[in-house]
């Protein structure tokens, strides 16, 4: 298995910008897709963003397209999620996770990060 920490979640006013970061370590990074979930206070946990293998696909939630951009850094062992544009509905905690190919379903995904909170304040 591949052990993932996510983290660069903070308290950030409407309109500003974070990059979370998902390090991996375990197994070979490269041999993995990366999805980011989050879960907003009280509600399931949805569907961010994923990214292939070799980074050439791309998927990404409606609520977030042309706002958030989802990469990753092979040689670093490290994805990431830039975080354009917030807005206080994308309060939640966010969860990376990696699985062998991508997906837009939580529970196709078989490694998870610990989750890291990001606040938006209007």
């Known amino acids: 298995q591949v052990q993932l920490v996510d983290s660069g979640g903070g308290l950030v006013q409407a309109g500003g910008s974070l990059r979370l970061s998902c390090v991996a370590s375990?197994?070979?990074?490269?041999?993995?897709?990366v999805g980011w979930f989050r879960q907003p206070p009280g509600k399931e946990r949805e569907f961010v963003a994923a990214?292939?293998?070799?980074?050439?696909?791309?998927y990404y939630a409606d609520s977030v397209k042309g706002r958030f951009t989802i990469s990753r850094d092979n040689a670093y062992n490290t994805g990431y999620l830039q975080m354009n544009g917030l807005k206080p509905d994308d309060t939640a905690v966010y969860y990376c996770?990696?699985?062998?190919?991508?997906?837009?379903?939580?529970?196709?995904?078989?490694?998870w990060g610990q989750g890291t909170q990001v606040t938006v304040s209007s």
């Open positions: 996770a990696s699985r062998s190919v991508p997906s837009t379903n939580s529970y196709d995904y078989d490694n």
């Open positions: 990214i292939s293998r070799n980074g050439g696909i791309t």
């Open positions: 375990g197994r070979t990074f490269s041999n993995y897709a």
